[in-house]
């Protein structure tokens, strides 16, 4: 299973909080989740957060859990109030906008006031002085979590554009062939580097290794083609060159001097590329959801 990433995020104050939640996610949802906590050593600080380091965290994560504790005191028209640092405050608001309610979630200290820009939201309220209250928020999240395992929402994003043409230009095109002949025991594997870079360099390189070669699946069209290993075994393959496009839009958006892929860009290409293979998946499922001819496989 490819896992999904879980960004939490809190004040310094509330970290004792955020890291109690980490530590129950990752016991219950390990399987299928990867939990990372803003200090962590590979993840942007929440007090260095700028508007270019949000933009990469919406691409990064397919999750969001922030504490708002009471922090600070703010004077707010008719009286003062504890309210939760601005910068947590802001990075609810960007999880919420891109992630949506069923994937982003604030857990609010008793007492913290509520701002408007959350106002209609549901939050998980917990108070340090009355006990079992964050053991059952803990629990009440996870039980949201566990209720999107099996669910998949597509983003906006350049790889989730890049899976829906690849799967109506190229392997709806395949199926509608097979159950039209009634092709049996046909099946096919989608080959995904996880680095995508020189795309057509790596595909070369497997055609060699296989001693495969390309022709025609339909026939009297030039596409879709497939490749066919010359093995005996007559495997059948396909690697959709176009997600090369994710390692170009990534430096346009993670942009640095290196002329290839920094430590940095690789992890939101990654990113990108699990995306479009959940995608590939989820429109699989949705329209042929008994069809098991095609498989994904991730190079690495």
């Given at each position: 299973m490819i896992k999904r990433k879980l960004f939490i995020g809190s004040s310094t104050q509330g970290l004792m909080v955020a890291n109690e939640v980490k530590d129950r996610i990752v016991k219950s949802c390990d399987s299928w989740l990867d939990v990372e906590l803003w200090t962590d050593s590979n993840v942007f600080k929440l007090s260095k957060t700028t508007l270019e380091n949000l933009q990469?965290?919406?691409?990064?994560?397919?999750?969001?859990?922030?504490?708002?504790?009471?922090?600070?005191?703010?004077?707010?028209?008719?009286?003062?109030?504890?309210i939760m640092r601005d910068n947590v405050l802001f990075e609810a608001g960007m999880f919420l906008a891109t992630l949506g309610r069923e994937r982003a979630f604030v857990m609010m200290e008793k007492g913290c006031r509520i701002?408007?820009?959350?106002?209609?939201?549901?939050?998980?309220?917990?108070?340090?002085?009355?006990?079992?209250?964050?053991?059952?928020?803990?629990?009440?999240?996870?039980?949201?979590?566990?209720?999107?395992?099996?669910?998949?929402?597509?983003?906006?994003?350049?790889?989730?554009?890049?899976?829906?043409?690849?799967?109506?230009?190229?392997?709806?095109?395949?199926?509608?062939?097979?159950?039209?002949?009634?092709?049996?025991?046909?099946?096919i594997k989608i080959k995904v580097p996880l680095y995508p870079n020189n795309i057509h360099a790596i595909r070369?390189?497997?055609?060699?290794?296989?001693?495969?070669?390309?022709?025609?699946?339909?026939?009297?069209?030039?596409?879709?083609?497939?490749?066919?290993?010359?093995?005996?075994?007559?495997?059948?393959?396909?690697?959709?060159?176009?997600?090369?496009?994710?390692?170009?839009?990534?430096?346009?958006?993670?942009?640095?001097?290196?002329?290839?892929?920094?430590?940095?860009?690789?992890?939101?290409?990654?990113?990108?590329?699990?995306?479009f293979v959940k995608a590939l998946m989820a429109l699989l499922e949705e329209n042929y959801p008994d069809q098991s001819c095609i498989k994904i496989e991730i190079i690495e």
């Amino acid at each position: 299973m490819i896992k999904r990433k879980l960004f939490i995020g809190s004040s310094t104050q509330g970290l004792m909080v955020a890291n109690e939640v980490k530590d129950r996610i990752v016991k219950s949802c390990d399987s299928w989740l990867d939990v990372e906590l803003w200090t962590d050593s590979n993840v942007f600080k929440l007090s260095k957060t700028t508007l270019e380091n949000l933009q990469e965290k919406s691409i990064l994560y397919d999750y969001g859990v922030l504490i708002a504790t009471s922090d600070d005191v703010g004077e707010i028209k008719d009286g003062k109030y504890n309210i939760m640092r601005d910068n947590v405050l802001f990075e609810a608001g960007m999880f919420l906008a891109t992630l949506g309610r069923e994937r982003a979630f604030v857990m609010m200290e008793k007492g913290c006031r509520i701002p408007t820009d959350l106002l209609g939201q549901t939050l998980a309220i917990f108070s340090g002085d009355e006990l079992g209250t964050l053991d059952k928020c803990i629990g009440s999240l996870i039980e949201e979590l566990n209720n999107t395992k099996d669910t998949f929402k597509f983003s906006r994003s350049s790889s989730t554009a890049l899976a829906l043409g690849y799967y109506k230009n190229y392997i709806k095109k395949i199926i509608d062939n097979v159950y039209n002949d009634k092709i049996v025991d046909f099946k096919i594997k989608i080959k995904v580097p996880l680095y995508p870079n020189n795309i057509h360099a790596i595909r070369d390189k497997l055609i060699i290794n296989t001693n495969s070669i390309e022709t025609n699946f339909i026939k009297k069209q030039e596409r879709p083609t497939i490749f066919i290993e010359n093995n005996g075994n007559g495997d059948v393959w396909d690697i959709p060159t176009t997600i090369e496009i994710i390692c170009d839009v990534i430096r346009k958006i993670v942009p640095s001097s290196e002329l290839t892929l920094t430590k940095r860009q690789k992890k939101y290409v990654e990113q990108e590329v699990r995306n479009f293979v959940k995608a590939l998946m989820a429109l699989l499922e949705e329209n042929y959801p008994d069809q098991s001819c095609i498989k994904i496989e991730i190079i690495e």
